[in-house]
């Protein structure tokens, strides 16, 4: 019968996620910080692939490509039931690989349950206004995904290393003192608390990319004619902040990893793991919110019936 077989074929299809979820929640799980009071950045090598070997590469890749198909299926139920929304906050150093994760990971999916938002310095008038300002006119509507590519985060990272855009906020002198990081936080993990608690589930990642590997990943860019575009002289400025930025990420995720809106630490120096942490990841999350399509009730069904009705009737009379 085709209702047995489709019962059976969704059974299947289930056990089928559920191991998937399993294999993948094992392999993200050691990047995950709920907790950052004693999370310390020296812990976690930029080159570590977890189990994987260099020779599980193309094995890792096929489990993306899985990965990748479950998450269109998992997507289509976020969008179908239209209550929850997930928000995916990147954040990385240059050449990180932050572009290439998101497009990556997200191309199997529905480009109409799913918006990317890439912030750069703000502009006059994103100055004119609070910093979340910006960033909450583009956080994702029920039943869609959201990716901020850079986020408000960057009022932790690149504004604390260059106290000069601070000044470009101009914000009155009395609320620019030595707490002012520490009330950033707070309103920051505030902040993630309110959406959790309004159907926005978030998961935020920093690609965590070692000095050697950024300067191999420049090197590059300057080397090859179709990478020259990607390469920008402030890069190099930046890099020469290195240990200020590496201590400023290393605050951030102490104190705004949280059990609602944890960080992901993902080594990024092998593209090919770092892809497949933060899609095991975001199947996670989707997972984790116990995502189905919407129970059809009686009237809705009587609806449906007729509509079989009239449009078997409309066959046999050849309309
Ligand atoms: P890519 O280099 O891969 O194209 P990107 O995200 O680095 O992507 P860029 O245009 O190179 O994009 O850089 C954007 C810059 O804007 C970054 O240096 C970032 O730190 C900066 N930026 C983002 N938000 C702010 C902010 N609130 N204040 C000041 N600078 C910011
Ligand atoms: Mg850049």
Known sequence: MPRTR???????AHMKLNKLVAETRKLCQPYCVTDGRNFRLKDVDPSDTG???PEDKAHAKKTVARGIEALASLQDTLY???SWAVLLIFQAMDAAGKDGAIKHVMSGINPQGCQVASFKAPSAEELDHDYLWRCQKHLPERGCIGIFNRSYYEELLVVRVHPEFLDKQRLPPTLVDKKIWDNRFEDVRGFERYLTRNGIAIRKFFLHVSHAEQERRFLERL????KNWKFSAADITERQHWPEYMAAYQDMIRATATPWAPWYVVPADHKWFTRAVVAGAVIDALASLHLHYPEVGSAKRAELAA??????AAKKTGR
């Open 6 to 12: 489709l019962s059976y074929a969704r059974i299947l």
């Open 223 to 226: 080397d090859t004619p179709e």
């Open 307 to 312: 509509a079989r009705k009239t449009l078997l």
């Open 51 to 53: 189990p994987l070997r």
């Open 80 to 82: 179908a039931q239209d």
